[in-house]
């Protein structure tokens, strides 16, 4: 029995549970003098050891994340429904009901009243199937599956702007640095027999943003690659169009004279700021009702 | 009325993002812990989903500024224990006194060795050191797994498997000498040790 508490202090020392010196002190001392201890003690620490390098976690691919927080939302709808007594009673069946009353108001008001500047037919994902929108969601979720590989790994923009050029992409690039994450590296697509760049960044929690550029010369020639006529317009008038996937998030912009893509599963925080929601003028679309 | 509705809007979106920031860096711990109780990687997923569903739910019972992935992890215990326990296959138990025996068998060889490391797990794989931790018993391997790959303090794994400290303790203790003595046979019958 003696013996026993001496063998669970001994993990206990392993793991960094004994904080008082004394008694530190004198487990280590019956460690070294005792050679059943000793041996008990150097297995351990060695077992331990061995487990934390040699053990690499498992991760849920992007896809299973996105995936389970749509799920996620699907399910609170479904438990809604079930218990839809306790709902109506609740704060926010009053919320959700006052703002449909109200919706519907300012529906019948816009419907009756003048037109509005808004932004028609901006459902990129829906129009053509080769369009840089479709494109760049299909390319993210090649590169975060490991199904399409980064031709050229470098954290230095020059460098990646060289390649670009140098491997025939023929409009300058724009590539910057980001605070909290680091600049992986990118690679060339051809499409009808022009190459455009993309790169990619990722942070310490292994998350992605990726983007695809194109320079609008093309727009005229190839005018189905840049989704629609309207956005094309509101894109040129310097706003940004964003849409949420589950947690990806896509952001389409002119940035000089390129419209860029951006795709990207990082927080609102930690996007560049002009991407952040507070900072651009958008059109603002949250959840995704696109079934991918 | 407006504001009232849009205060009261903002909550719930305030609490979805809340829970956003705290929860979701730990799905890949989750999903870990979860493969090491279920032993596969579907039903992990499913466990992963129905605890994240679960904490959702109450998260406004979490206490700000407490230990979130302690808290989610006490979740997935509970889930498993009641919804998926029945159906993962239990491994084997040992019998914790040929564990000492074999203990004292091997001893004398190690005592004046000090190159443990190379002669006895130098070439185990991590697959294989995942799968002897998968045979042990859900109490030991949950020790494990919750101390030596996640970090938690011997206070937290009590408190996420709701048993006292010196249990916890003395768990460990024994889980890691029957792994030490699963691997240290795993890698004789392989040819990793000359001490067969």
């Known amino acids: 029995m003696k013996d026993d508490i001496h063998f669970d202090e ?4 392993i793991d960094g549970e004994i904080t008082e010196a004394k008694k530190k002190e004198e487990i280590t001392e019956k460690i070294d003098s005792d050679t059943k201890l000793k041996f008990e003690f150097l297995t351990l620490k060695l077992l331990k050891k061995t487990i934390r390098n040699k053990i690499s976690p498992a991760e849920l691919s992007v896809k299973q994340k996105d995936e389970l927080l749509q799920k996620i939302g699907v399910r609170q709808k479904r438990s809604n429904q079930l218990s839809k007594l306790s709902f109506i009673q609740s704060k926010r069946f009053i919320a959700y009901s006052t703002f449909a009353v109200v919706f519907l108001a300012v529906a019948l008001l816009i419907l009756n009243g003048p037109p509005l500047n808004t932004v028609r037919n901006t459902t990129p994902e829906k129009s053509q199937p080769q369009n840089m929108f479709i494109q760049a969601v299909n390319n993210f979720q090649n590169i975060v599956s490991g199904k399409m590989s980064i031709q050229v790994y470098s954290s230095n923009p020059k460098e990646l702007q060289e390649f670009f050029k140098a491997n025939g992409v023929s409009y300058s690039t724009k590539i910057t640095l980001l605070e909290n994450s680091e600049l992986v590296g990118g690679f060339i697509s051809i499409y009808k027999g022009i190459k455009f760049a993309h790169h ?5 929690n292994g998350n992605f943003l990726y983007m695809f550029q194109v320079d609008q010369k093309y727009f005229k020639e190839y005018p189905k690659m840049f989704i629609t006529n309207d956005l094309y317009q509101y894109l040129q008038n310097g706003n940004q169009y964003r849409l949420y996937f589950g947690n990806l998030l896509t952001i389409m912009t002119k940035v000089k004279n390129n419209i860029c893509v951006l795709i990207s599963n990082f927080s609102e925080e930690e996007l560049p700021q002009k991407y952040q929601l507070k900072f651009a003028s958008t059109y603002y679309k949250q959840p995704s009702v696109l079934n991918n | 009325m407006l504001p009232i509705l849009f205060s009261i809007l903002n909550n719930d979106k305030q609490l979805q993002a809340s829970f956003k920031s705290e929860a979701e860096p730990h799905l890949d711990a989750l999903y870990n812990f979860a493969i090491s109780l279920t032993t596969d990687r579907d039903d992990a997923y499913d466990l992963v989903q129905d605890t994240y569903l679960k904490a959702f739910r109450f998260f406004d019972k979490f206490e700000k500024g407490t230990n979130c ?31 000492e025996n074999f203990y004292e068998e091997i001893k004398a060889s190690f005592v004046n060795n000090n190159h443990l490391e190379e002669e006895i797990f130098k070439n185990l794989l991590g697959d294989e050191i995942s799968e002897a931790i998968a045979s042990l018993t859900e109490d030991f391997k949950t020790v494990i797994v919750l101390c030596d790959l996640e970090g938690f303090s011997y206070q937290e794994i009590a408190e996420i498997t709701n048993a006292p400290i010196g249990t916890v303790r003395s768990r460990l203790h024994r889980a890691r000498k029957i792994l030490f003595a699963k691997l240290y046979k795993y890698a004789s019958n392989n040819g990793y040790t000359e001490n067969k």
């Open chain 1, 200 to 204: 990619i960044y990722k942070d310490k």
């Open chain 1, 10 to 13: 001994i993990s206990s020392l």
């Open chain 2, 69 to 99: 992935k302690a808290w989610l992890f006490r979740i997935m215990k509970n889930t498993y224990i009641n919804d998926y326990r029945k159906r993962s296959k239990q491994p084997e138990k040992v019998d914790y006194n040929d564990i």
